[in-house]
């Protein structure tokens, strides 16, 4: 691998190097030049018109500055067949990142290239945007195709190529600042964001190269500085809000009313506190505990993540000679983003969430600060828990615990000492890509060949502040004071004086600091050769492009020590290491069939063909073997252009894809965990008989047999390296429409209907379960391990189990009016309709396939543990102006309406049905109304100074995102919706 000091240093004598060679002086007033003609991205060939026939929708880089967006990856999220992807808006296990996901078929299957070339995947899978600096991109071209067969794995869904500055003379610098004012939802002026950049090149006849470098600096949106995301919910206050809170939250059970008694009680047979611990409860300062004591932690939540980013970047090309080019392109990018959540929280006994060697926590009566002077123990009397804590931590005469007891149900406290908890990432990538092209005569034809080697590489480094605790030092400082003291560094903990009775002695006793490391790498080596070989046809020559691809891709994640050995609150986490191999063949054939005939301007077929042989081995886990596994994949396509005329044309695609599973898929390690599960024999049981079900797969015909102990089951969940590559099948049907009688209008409508299946699926385990017992698939029950009725464990491992099917339009229209004495006027409009989006769960059996299908059209959901969101339609106008020096742009975006299941709501626990807030109780269902956004933008050009002035405000009436109450923190779905408040920004660009 190629460490980041060293990659810079490649990057830096690179270019010294080559600027030499360069040395030619362009004109002050030159302009940078337009890049090579355009080609359609998802061919090979040299004759663009004999390309399949996919549709391609290109970004130049005066939209990409009309936009007013401050990444690549908003931008390309903007348009319409964009779904839901991971962004900034994203606080928890966010890490800063920006994905991209056409037509909602998964970031994993969207290939991203730049300039052709793939670029640096993540551990998981896809591209993390942010690692391409905006100020480097020339334009963005999109293929709304599968091409598996020209670029190979992950391109199933579509393919974005971003295509570089290449040819540029002269110096550019810019800046840019912004920021949210946010005065009408509820905040001030905040997220501002401030970038500067600077590039400087030469080129000529035979040559060019540039040095390119920037910094951009984001700061974070807080959600209580949000009226939509002040709490937890909203319209709720502070009604369901964390039951783990600063002064302490207890619920202890006891027949004992001890020095207390008649404080906090909720009355009941046995004496209870329900008390919120305020204070001392010798004070008088504890009291019952109710929701308004519940914690907000929505105000200490992030809508949306900081960022700190440099890039340096330079990119050449040289004539050798008259049949040979060098080129190179090198980026080096760092980035620091930090995800800041409310101070860290302990809760144990009966339902706390932190156990120690299987036990939950308790506190023992010699605890210093235990007011009761009684064991609390965190289990029923009786029960093996109970006892075995007691053994244990029990201080009872002649061992055990007290004679009398609590049942210590919960005690949960938020210690406001430790400040937020932060977690930090910084990210090191390094791209390197380089090679050679050239032609040369073949059958009297000109012939072309390229030879191309690129590496990529990203580093990351996660560090995480608060909130991580060890378990075994929390228990110590509960425990009994005499162990506690023979105990090296044990501190005893007081957990019934409120936040302030947590000292920073026992915060540093407790709490540490925990490290993860990520690494992706790919080495891409592919050659090719293509041209004319055929001149006998009369409609024209065909053409061939062939060639060979190696890709190799490795990745690893480590946690640190602490957190593989599962010393902390929470379940071990180990680490993941592995790599692919995949060689591949192609060949691509342009057929023109027809030209120049009635009803034929031309006619033209496509043909594709790629093998591929893909291996991959890797270590889950920190000490297990290494293990491995191999598959095979070929792809075709075909692509159909009809040309009926001056003014239309028809197009059509058939597309045959696969994309071999990631490093995160095959090798993330196998953990077992408990979760909390409901056993569908176990309620079938609870039901009065006459409501009882015939569940034939449960035992004894679920009608007895069957047993839950506890709420919580073993589940086995990680990765899988026995899964085999996913396979898709892509149709497209299209026409493009110039008309005579309005020229410069143009008009596209393209069909697509996608197929994927043996897709890698994460079923979950109360999936499984439901679909074995409720649903009676028998497939479902085979990960489901009984002994004597009860589960032992669930094995929801990934699977080839799953499929997804699509299928809608993409409209397109783009018109440049006629020049008029005030200006030139430009107007383009786009839209994407999805009919649906069904992802199934599907196990294959023997005796046939049995299936668990939702779609997502039009909906927000939960399902498998997350939340998925898919408008039915979504539209983008923008109207430009330009008049001499002056320029203006009005951009207008749409996202149609969706509906969620008020039955998923946050707000379910804080109310009954009917819902006030439900918009139809009867049928479940909560609107999120259609939503546009308007941004606007002017700017002026000062000719005498090549300086060009830009004011713009994006969502300049300030639309609010409408409130899904499904989705927290932020009670809005950031996937599509912006912050609240409008984003007001100033750019400033002078060329040298």
């Known amino acids: 691998m190629l460490p980041i000091p060293r990659a810079l240093t490649v990057l830096l004598v690179g270019t010294l190097f080559a600027i030499p060679t360069f040395a030619a002086e362009a004109p002050a007033d030159e302009k940078p030049t337009q890049l090579e003609p355009i080609r359609v991205v998802g061919t090979r060939l040299s004759a663009p018109d004999l390309a399949a026939a996919g549709p391609v929708v290109t970004i130049d880089r005066a939209q990409i500055e009309a936009s007013g967006f401050t990444q690549i990856g908003e931008l390309i999220n903007s348009l319409t067949f964009l779904g839901a992807a991971r962004n900034t808006h994203f606080n928890a296990n966010g890490t800063g990142r920006v994905l991209a996901n056409i037509h909602n078929l998964g970031a994993s299957r969207t290939l991203v290239l730049v300039n052709g070339q793939r670029w640096i995947p993540t551990v998981g899978g896809p591209v993390d945007l942010t690692t391409i600096p905006l100020a480097i991109v020339q334009r963005v ?156 932690y929505a105000t200490e939540s992030l809508i949306k993540t900081g960022q700190e980013r440099w890039h340096i970047y330079s990119q050449g090309h040289y004539d050798l000679a008259d049949w040979v080019t060098f080129s190179y392109m090198t980026v080096y990018e760092r980035r620091n983003a930090t995800e800041i959540t409310p101070p860290g929280g302990w809760s144990i006994g009966v339902t ?22 009684m064991d609390l123990v965190p289990a029923a009397p ?58 040369f005569p073949l059958f009297g034809n000109p012939w072309h060949w390229n030879v191309h080697y690129a590496y990529g590489q990203s580093l990351e480094t996660e560090v995480r502040n608060g909130g991580h605790t060890f378990a075994a030092a929390l228990q110590a400082g509960l425990g009994p004071a005499q162990a506690c003291a023979t105990t090296p560094g044990c501190v005893p903990l007081d957990f019934f004086h409120g936040s302030g009775g947590v000292t920073k002695e026992m915060l540093d006793y407790t709490n540490f600091q925990s490290h993860f490391t990520s690494q992706a790498i790919i080495r891409d080596y592919n050659a090719g050769l293509g041209g004319p070989f055929f001149n006998g046809w009369y409609a024209g020559p065909w053409q061939l492009a062939a060639g060979y691809e190696y890709v190799q891709q490795f990745g690893l994640f480590e946690p640190g020590a602490a957190v593989v050995n599962g010393l902390y609150i929470g379940f ?55 293990i491995g596994g191999s598959g095979h994949a070929s792809s075709g396509r075909v692509g159909f252009k009809w040309q009926l005329n001056d003014h239309v044309l028809f197009r059509a695609t058939w597309s045959q894809g696969y994309r071999v599973p990631t490093i995160s898929e095959l090798f993330s390690a196998q953990s077992l965990r408990p979760q909390v599960l409901s056993d569908p024999c176990v309620a079938n049981q609870l039901l009065p008989p006459a409501q009882q079900l015939d569940l034939p797969n449960c035992p004894n015909n679920g009608h007895s047999g069957a047993s839950q102990p506890t709420p919580d089951i073993p589940v086995l969940s990680g990765g899988n390296p026995n899964l085999d590559p996913e396979r898709s099948l892509t149709r497209t049907l299209g026409i493009v429409w110039s008309p005579s009688f309005a020229p410069g209008l143009s008009v596209s409508a393209d069909y697509y209907k996608i197929e994927i299946v043996n897709a890698v699926s994460d079923i979950g385990a109360q999936a499984l379960l439901d679909g074995c017992y409720l649903e009676t698939v028998s497939s479902y029950c ?10 032992q464990v669930i094995t929801a491992t990934r699977f080839n189990a799953g499929s997804l099917h699509t299928n809608g339009w993409d409209v397109g229209i783009h018109y440049v009016m006629p020049a008029t004495p005030i200006g030139v006027f430009t107007a383009d409009f786009s839209a994407n309709f999805t009919k649906f989006l069904i992802e199934c769960d599907v196990l294959e059996t023997p005796a046939g396939i049995a299936s668990r299908c939702t779609d997502s059209a039009g909906e927000i959901h939960v399902f498998r543990r997350s939340v998925a969101a898919v408008p039915k339609r979504r539209m983008v106008l923008r109207l430009g102006w330009n008049y001499g020096n002056w320029a203006a742009n009005w951009n207008m975006s749409l996202i149609g309406p969706m509906y969620e299941r008020c039955s998923d709501s946050l707000a379910v626990t804080a109310s009954t049905p009917p819902w006030s807030w439900c918009s139809n109780n009867a049928g479940n269902t909560n609107r999120l109304g259609t939503t546009v956004y308007n941004d606007v933008q002017a700017s002026y050009t000062v000719a005498a100074w090549d300086t060009t002035f830009t004011l713009g405000v994006n969502n300049v009436l300030d639309r609010d995102p409408p409130v899904a109450m499904t989705y927290s923190p932020g009670m809005f779905l950031p996937v599509y919706y912006r912050i609240p408040g409008r984003f007001v920004y100033g750019r400033v660009s002078v060329r040298f």
């Open 141 to 296: 071209e999109v293929l709304l195709d599968g091409a598996s067969a020209i670029y190979g794995s992950d391109a199933i869904a579509g393919v974005i190529n971003i295509v570089t500055v290449r040819n540029f003379s002269g110096a550019e610098a810019g800046g840019m600042f912004g920021g949210y004012d946010a005065h009408g939802a509820g905040g001030g002026f905040d997220g501002k964001t401030r970038q500067v950049h600077f590039t400087v090149g030469t080129a000529d006849d035979r040559s060019a190269v540039l040095l390119g470098a920037g910094y951009s600096n984001a700061d974070p949106v807080f959600a209580g500085d949000r009226d939509i995301s002040r709490y937890p919910v909203y319209g709720f206050g502070n009604q369901i809000g964390d039951p783990v809170t600063p002064d302490g939250h207890l619920i202890l059970e006891t027949n004992n009313t001890g020095p207390f008694a008649g404080l906090c009680t909720a009355g009941g047979g046995a004496f209870t506190y329900h008390c919120d611990l305020a204070g001392p409860l010798t004070s008088g300062a504890a009291h019952p505990f109710t929701s308004a004591d519940l914690y907000n």
């Open 782 to 791: 085979a990960p489901i391990v009984r002994e004597n009725g009860i589960i």
């Open 352 to 373: 706390g969430r932190t156990r120690v060697a299987g036990l939950p926590v308790g506190i023992s009566a010699t605890n210093i600060y235990n007011p009761f002077n």
């Open 572 to 626: 071990p986490i180990q680490p993941t290491k592995g790599s692919t191999n995949a060689n591949s063949q192609y060949a691509e054939l342009g057929l023109p069939l027809a030209s120049d005939l009635p009803f034929a301007k031309a006619i033209s077929l496509n043909l594709a063909m790629r093998f591929t042989q893909a291996e991959w081995s890797g270590q889950p886990g920190e000490k297990g073997p290494t």
């Open 382 to 439: 009786g029960s093996p828990i109970f006892d075995a804590w007691c053994a244990q931590y029990g201080t009872g005469a002649g061992g055990g615990c007290t004679s009398d007891v609590g049942v210590l149900s919960f005690l949960g406290i938020r210690p406001l000492a430790q400040g937020n908890s932060r977690i930090t990432q910084n990210l090191n990538s390094f791209y390197f890509n380089g090679g050679f092209n050239g032609g």
